[in-house]
C-alpha cells in the first residue's frame, strides 16, 4: 500500500526523534542502528544513514523537522506537559506539538529535560539513584556467595511476561519516567495460577520442586500479596532481585532478546498463530540455549559488582 505524504513525514521525524533520543543517551550510531524498533528497519535505514544523523547532531543541528523554524525560543509549560503525558503515555510528540502549539523539537526537548524516555513495550533503566546501586552490588554479592553451593544454578526457575503484537512491524511507544513501567501490567491473579501450572508440571517430570529458587522482577503482579502467598504456598524461595534491574533478569538479557530477534517482521492473524509460533520457537531451542541463559547470572552478579552497581550495558 503506498503512503501518504503526510505518513511519510511521520515515519521520518519519529525515526530522527529515536536517532536523536539514542544519541542523547549516549550512543554510538552502529548501536543506535541495532537497536531501531523494526518498523524502520523495514525501510531499509542504513548505517551510513544512521552516522549522517549523529555527525548532525554532534555539530548542533539537532532540528528533527524538515524545515527548521524560525524566531524566539518557544516557551511551554512542563508542569502542564508533565500531566499530559503522565495522564497518556501513549501521546506521539506531534499531538503534543498541537496541542501546545509549538514544535516537534520544542516538546522533544522539554520531555528529555522532564527526564521521561520514549520505551518500547518495556522498562529500560535512564539512570540509577546511589541507592540503587548499592542494593545492587548487596544482591549481586550475596547470590555471588549462593551460587557456590552444588545445585544452585540448576535449581533456578524464572519468570516473566512478553507481549507480542499481531503485527511485530510496529512497536507502539510510550513516555516515561525512570522507574515508571509501561501499561498494561497482567494481573497478579492470573500469574499466580501460571505459577501452579509450572509446579504442577515439573512434578508430572518427576522434579523435586521444594528447591525451586524463583527469579521475578518486581513488577506488581510478582510483589502482589496474592503471589507472595502462591510462592509460600508452593514451596518456593524467591531469590532477591534488586529494583530497576531487568540486565539482571534472564528472560530480558537472553530469552526476549533472541525471541525478539525472531519476531521481526512477523505478522499474526488470531492468538492461535500467535501459540504456535511461540510453541515451535521454544521447541527449536536447544537445552544449551536455556542454560546458558541462566548460567550467565554469575558472570553478570560479578560485573555488576565490578562496575560498583552500575547498569549492565549489552
Known sequence: MRKTFREMSDQKFRLRAFLWHEFKEGKTAAEAHRSLPPVFVENALSKSQCRRCFHRFRSGEESLEDDERSGRPEII??????????????????????????????ILRHLHALGKSVRCGKW???????????????????????????????????????????DCSERK?????????????????IHGKKLDRV??????????????????????????????????????????????????????????RSMQHHLAEKKFKSDEEV???????????????????????????????????EYLLD
Request: charged content about 25%; glycine content about 4%; hydrophobic content about 30%.
Open 77 to 106: 509549560d512542563n508542569d502542564a506537559l508533565r500531566q499530559a503525558v503522565e495522564l497518556d503515555p501513549c501521546l506521539t510528540t506531534r499531538s503534543l506539538s498541537e496541542q501546545f502549539n509549538c514544535s516537534h523539537m520544542t
Open 124 to 166: 529500560v533503566p535512564h539512570e540509577l539513584s546511589e541507592a540503587n546501586k548499592k542494593k545492587r552490588v548487596e544482591v549481586a554479592n550475596d547470590l555471588l556467595r549462593r551460587s557456590k553451593n552444588r545445585g544452585f544454578f540448576h535449581s533456578i526457575l524464572t519468570s516473566d511476561e512478553k507481549w507480542i503484537q499481531y
Open 173 to 189: 511507544h510510550q513516555w516515561l519516567s525512570p522507574g515508571d513501567t509501561p501499561k498494561p501490567t497482567p494481573k497478579p491473579d
Open 199 to 256: 509446579d504442577l508440571a515439573l512434578k508430572q517430570q518427576g522434579v523435586d520442586t521444594s528447591t525451586t529458587l524463583l527469579i521475578h522482577d518486581n513488577a506488581r503482579p510478582h510483589t502482589a500479596k496474592i503471589t507472595q502467598k502462591k510462592t509460600l504456598e508452593l514451596g518456593w524461595e524467591v531469590l532477591q532481585h534488586p529494583p530497576y534491574s531487568p540486565d539482571l533478569a534472564p528472560s530480558d538479557y537472553h530469552l526476549f
Open 275 to 309: 501459540k504456535i509460533w511461540v510453541t515451535n520457537y521454544f521447541e527449536s531451542q536447544p537445552a544449551e540455549f536455556f542454560k546458558k541463559g541462566i548460567e550467565s547470572l554469575r558472570m553478570r552478579w560479578q560485573m555488576v559488582v565490578d562496575n560498583d552497581g
